[in-house]
């Protein structure tokens, strides 16, 4: 009963190594397959130490002197509001993510116009989750909109 399925066995084994020698060319189809494989993201970087100018909030432009932002090397945020400047501690985080602290703010007077300008754009930064950059465009996104920048001069 053991010599029948050894025998089997043999016959198998010398199959795989005749396979082996006489590899048959890979079909078309299956070269087509491997092309659809999706490949890995290639992680973005992001570009600390650039100088950001805001272009809009949801796609709604700034008005007048537009909210700036920086990240230096040991990731502390800082710019210009609209009316004050503002300070923080921010990570860029694996996969494009991203935290910011509470800010430290000046408290400057401002009409009450560029106040909420100011404040909305703080709150989106504040509560920023993802990052992108598309060329000379910083795009920040959270659950209070989305900023987007393009780099200062």
Known sequence: MLLPRLVGLAAVLSCVACADTQTPAPRADTQAQAAK???PRQEKIFP??????????NGRPFTGERPSFT????YRANGFGGCNTYSATAY??????????????????CDRA?????QTFLVALRTAAKWDIQ???????G????LRFERAM
């Not at 600390?48 to 909030?57: C, E, I, Y």
């Open 135 to 141: 060329g000379s465009t910083l795009t920040i996104e």
């Open 143 to 146: 659950q209070n909109g989305t």
């Open 71 to 74: 990240l230096n090397k040991q």
């Open 114 to 118: 560029r106040q909420q300008s100011e």
């Open 48 to 57: 600390v130490g650039s100088s950001w100018t805001a272009v809009s909030l």
């Open 92 to 109: 860029p985080l694996r996969e494009q993510g991203f935290v910011v602290s509470p800010f430290v703010l000046t408290k400057k007077s």
């Open 37 to 39: 494989v999706p490949q």
